[in-house]
């Protein structure tokens, strides 16, 4: 049971540049979520989605876009990278329908945009 | 929307001492309240949490408080080990049965036990 897993780990961006992070989980989760994490502000919800097709703006939504897969996938892109980006990204997921209320974090991905 | 304020941003014990860590909420309607440990490079890790209904909960050495009338919520770690530092996150939840709850997390606080 691999829970939350997201690539890449690490990557580092030309400003500009796109590019795709990808999240997966393997526990029938509904509600999936990306984070963004910097220094002293602890994490911020970029995007969200309640369920398969749905998808909604967090507190950080600019620059970025999601798209809900299917029920285990949720990707967050990118389209033109600019150094305020640069930052931790965690993909998370929980099921609101289920009897645990615990978050399930993936284990992030670092990415610097020079 | 929910608010969530955390202090303090860090904090430094003697190993054995005790260590709180405090958050405040906004929304009077949040109904569940997670505290988060994160160690450098790692990811968020669930370690405790207490829901509306219930004032005190304790796990070994760690325990949460709820004042429901205050708005606000502790952590409180007991005998601290060189293993607790890392940093701390608290989080306020509105649950309710079906559909999609907002998570809202708190700044952080790091906490260094000091050996």
């Known amino acids: 049971n691999a829970g939350v897993t997201q690539t890449p780990k690490f990557q580092v961006l030309k400003t500009g540049q796109s590019m795709t992070l990808q999240c997966a989980q393997d526990?029938?989760?509904?509600?999936m979520y990306w984070y963004r994490q910097d220094p002293g502000m602890g994490l911020r919800l970029i995007y969200y989605s309640a369920s398969e097709g749905t998808t909604d703006k967090g507190e950080v939504p600019n620059g970025y876009n999601v798209s809900r897969l299917n029920k285990r996938e949720f990707s967050l892109r990118l389209e033109s990278a600019a150094p305020s980006q640069t930052s931790v990204y965690f993909c998370?997921?929980?099921?609101?329908?289920?009897?645990?209320?615990?978050?399930?974090f993936g284990e992030g991905s670092w990415l610097t945009v020079v | 929307g929910e608010n969530v304020e955390q202090h303090p941003s860090t904090l430094s014990v003697q190993e054995g001492d005790s260590a709180v860590i405090k958050c405040t909420y906004s929304?009077?309607?949040?109904?569940?309240f997670p505290w988060y440990k994160q160690e450098l490079g790692k990811r968020p890790q669930l370690i405790i949490d207490i829901r509306s209904n219930v004032g005190e909960k304790k796990d070994q050495r760690i325990a949460v408080t709820l004042n429901k009338t205050a708005k606000h919520f502790s952590l409180h770690i007991t005998e601290t080990q060189p293993e607790d530092s890392a940093v701390y996150f608290c989080a306020a939840i509105y649950l309710y049965s079906g559909g999609y709850q907002k998570v809202t997390f708190g700044t952080g606080t790091k906490l260094q036990v000091i050996p």
């Open positions: 929304d009077s309607a949040s109904n569940y």
């Open positions: 998370a997921s929980r099921d609101p329908t289920g009897r645990s209320d615990t978050i399930y």
């Open positions: 526990m029938n989760h509904n509600s």
